[in-house]
């Protein structure tokens, strides 16, 4: 099971991420623009633009922020254009990470993402040499307080899920892709709002971290996340929860 979603599950629950929430209507502005410019603006037509919608509402984004991104992306409304950019790299314990940015400036973001990397023990990869660590999948993590265990289960299957993890104080649902939307819905119609739920990059495997590399790794994936041209980061480490309680105490 994924130490990351488990890392963010921990900060949902502590209130840390309402803490971030002008960071997370930056992210989701990009991301909407973008997805716009690449798709069209109806929702309806771009499903990548649906999801993004989706979680900006999760978000409490006020839908004149929602309309003015996609109108960005469009045209309709002028606006920085954005690039694109994933870079891979290795953390300590030899974690890899797939590091995804919507930038103005690509020699910028590459240099301070460097910089970053190299103060916490990590460094840029060559490109395809972490990549096919991952797959892309829908993941929805839902607190365990929230619903029994089976009923969640056969939701989750019935609607196209793939599985669902246990990760201690959470349930993962993974899904295809192109499931993901129904599997959310279908779990939501069971009166679940989600912990988090998106199109994530899943590891095929985990590198489990303690002591001074788990701490390294925590305080790295704080870093790289407080970037503003940083959309996603996605990780292979696997660590306990005390760990990540006493990151973030």
Known sequence: MSGHSKWHTIKHKKGAADARRGKVFTRLIKELTVAARNGGGDPDMNPRLRTIVAEAKANNMPRENIERAIRRGTGEEPGVTYDEVTYEAYGPGGVALMIETLTDNKNRTVGEIRHL????????????????????????????????????????LDAGADDMNDDDSAWEVVSAPEQFEAVRDAIKALGVEPASAQIAMIPQNYVKLVGKEAQQMLRLMEAIEDHD????VWANFDVEEKEIEASLA
């Open 229 to 232: 041209d940083v959309q996603h």
């Open 117 to 156: 990397l190299g103060k916490h023990a990590g460094n840029l990869a060559a490109e395809n040499s972490v990549a096919w660590m991952f797959s892309r999948k829908g993941e929805i993590i839902v607190e365990k307080g929230k619903i029994d265990e089976d009923k969640l289960l056969s939701a989750a």
